[in-house]
């Protein structure tokens, strides 16, 4: 079964990026349409963006477009998000997803079927 593991968390100054890896252990991400959420204290969890496989369709909350990148990593069978200029109120637990349907913008949370153990990512002065 696929396993997904996220890293590249961390404390990081406003202003400041950071670059998160969603990895799969045994099966390639290639197949899977991959999603990006995250969960602050005491919020519901959100979409962030999401990837198709073949990385032509993407989504983005409007809350990160124009700072958030995603993007496929054949070559390492890893998913990417690329952040910028991030702000304190991107703090939070972020978790990549796979699902078996497609990337949409709705970021349902229900059609991601497998989920990692997030990563934390501290936006602070």
């Known amino acids: 079964q696929l396993q997904v593991v996220e890293s590249g968390g961390g404390l990081v100054q406003p202003g400041g990026s950071l670059r998160l890896s969603c990895a799969a252990s045994?099966?390639?991400?290639?197949?899977?349409?991959i999603g990006w959420f995250r969960q602050a204290p005491g919020k519901e969890r959100e979409g962030v963006s999401c990837?198709?496989?073949?990385?032509?369709?993407?989504n983005y909350a409007d809350s990160v477009k124009g700072r958030f990148t995603i993007s496929r990593d054949g070559a390492t069978n890893t998913v990417v998000l690329q952040m910028n200029n991030l702000q304190p109120e991107d703090t939070g637990v972020y978790y990549c997803?796979?699902?078996?349907?497609?990337?949409?913008?709705?970021?349902?949370?229900?059609?991601?079927?497998?989920w990692g153990r997030g990563t934390q990512v501290t936006v602070a002065s």
């Open positions: 990837i198709n496989t073949n990385s032509r369709i993407i």
């Open positions: 997803a796979a699902t078996f349907y497609y990337c949409s913008s709705s970021f349902n949370l229900n059609d991601y079927e497998i």
């Open positions: 045994v099966y390639s991400l290639d197949g899977y349409p």
